[in-house]
Each structure stands twice: as C-alpha cells, then as structure tokens.
C-alpha cells in the first residue's frame, strides 16, 4: 500500500492533492466523515481540477470543482452534476483508512 497522509491532514470538509503516486495524480476530500479519493482528471477536458494547490471544492465546501469550466462533481460518487461533461463521473480511486492513515489500495 502507498501512504498519502495522515487523515487528519485534511481538513473536514476539505482537500488535499497528491501529485506523485503509483495511480497518477490523485487527491482526496474529507467530507461528512468520510474520505473519497479520485483521479485528478476532469472527464471533459483531461486536466487536472483544482484552482489552487489542495483546493478541489466549491465554495460551500459541497461538491468538487473544475478550475477550467466549472464543472461540478457530487463528493460521494464524483458523478458530475452540472457542466459540459455533465452525467460523466470523475474516477475512483481504492483506498483504505488505517490507523488514522491513508492508503492507496494495491
């Protein structure tokens, strides 16, 4: 398994990219007391969604972001709810929570 961080390095809700994995660049979002974690690929454009280092969120913290086109991505299946690549989904990435870790799932 491949280490990414300390959960609590991510604040809730929040984000956190990770550029240099075995899976590609990748990132994760602490929301609702859970963790999702997605290929950094928007499904439209294929570039990479943050606006900022480590921010992939909206501004109310509720769904994730496309820096490029606004696109906007449900947090808990990354099912794109509005924007050109609407009905897409970004892809999910296995990962595992252990010990307050996480992983990227081999």
């Known amino acids: 398994m491949h280490k990414l961080c300390a959960v609590s390095d991510i604040t809730e809700p929040g984000s956190k990219g990770f550029n240099s994995t075995p899976k590609g660049p990748v990132f994760a979002v602490r929301f609702d ?3 999702y974690v997605y290929a950094n690929v928007c499904p439209h ?3 990479n969604l943050e606006w900022q ?3 992939f969120l909206d ?3 509720r769904l994730i972001q496309c820096c ?3 696109a906007l991505f449900r947090i808990e299946d990354g099912v794109c709810l ?6 897409d989904s970004l892809t999910a990435i296995p990962h595992v929570v252990e010990n307050g870790d996480l992983y ?3």
């Open 59 to 61: 501004q109310e913290d």
């Open 82 to 87: 509005f924007g050109p690549c609407e009905g």
């Open 33 to 35: 007391g859970q963790v």
């Open 68 to 70: 490029m086109h606004g």
């Open 53 to 55: 280092e480590d921010k």
């Open 45 to 47: 454009l294929s570039v």
């Open 104 to 106: 990227l799932a081999d």
